[in-house]
């Protein structure tokens, strides 16, 4: 089983519209956890990272929520532009400075006018 | 921020010929640089860990021989597909961490889409 699940696997919204990602995690115990938007065809670029204390952080439109006693994140994207589809991935991890990621399938978003 | 480059970004080559992608930390050193591999509509998967100055760290069934990893440089990371196959076929992607520990922040790089005919 993924150690990372997201949901919904992908979405349909209307620009201007808000959305709200979910991610559920298993990683125990864990250092930070992040959010990356990914393109089509193009690598991840970071949004958001929280560390365990940490429980919402925001970049622009994007705000991220952390919750580390049940283990849930969130991503909301508040008026949403035909920029945002994309595919948002949820990544945690584990402390020890190896590369201990793991990443969600993603939430894809599709913006339409 | 930082910035992590590949090259090339696309790349279609014959079945049995080899392929290798470039991933460079612009403007930081990258003492470690992370390889993955994505298929449509998956998860990022690491393929393996490459060491400035030493041997790569394969992930768990990852074949060593096949994918080459060289680390030649604190901003310079290879990955050589040997004798590649349409299984092949994937993007992949390198990331650099732009301080020694990892685990908090890493620069993905934009990807090398592989296609092998």
């Known amino acids: 089983k993924n150690q990372v699940e997201q949901s919904p696997q992908s979405l349909i919204i209307l620009e201007g519209k808000n959305c709200t990602l979910q991610?559920?995690?298993?990683?125990?115990?864990?250092?930070?956890l992040r959010w990356y938007k990914q393109d089509t065809g193009r690598g991840p670029v970071s949004l958001t990272i929280?560390?365990?204390?940490?429980n919402t952080k925001s970049n622009g439109r994007y705000t991220a929520t952390l919750d580390a006693d049940t283990k849930q994140s969130s991503l909301h994207i508040t008026a949403s532009q035909l920029s945002d589809s994309a595919s948002y991935i949820c990544?945690?991890?584990?402390?020890?400075?190896?590369?201990?990621?793991?990443f969600g399938k993603g939430n894809q978003v599709v913006v339409i006018p | 921020g930082a910035v992590v480059s590949q090259h090339p970004s696309w790349v279609i080559c014959k079945s049995g010929t080899s392929v290798k992608i470039e991933c460079r930390s612009l403007?930081?050193?990258?003492?470690?640089m992370f390889w993955y591999r994505q298929f449509p509509k998956q998860s990022l998967m690491l393929m393996a860990t490459?060491?400035?100055?030493?041997?790569?760290?394969?992930e768990q069934g990852v074949e060593k021989d096949k994918f080459l990893i060289n680390h030649a440089s604190l901003t310079l990371s290879t990955l050589t597909v040997t004798s590649a196959h349409p299984e092949d076929s994937s993007f992949y992607i390198c990331?650099?961490?732009?301080?020694?520990?990892?685990?908090?922040?890493?620069?993905f790089g934009p990807g090398t889409r592989l296609t092998v005919t």
């Open positions: 929280m560390t365990f204390s940490e």
């Open positions: 990544v945690v991890s584990a402390p020890g400075g190896n590369n201990r990621l793991a």
């Open positions: 990331s650099a961490p732009p301080g020694r520990d990892s685990s908090y922040e890493q620069y």
């Open positions: 490459s060491n400035e100055g030493s041997k790569a760290t394969y």
């Open positions: 991610c559920n995690y298993t990683v125990s115990p864990f250092s930070n």
């Open positions: 403007d930081f050193q990258a003492t470690t």
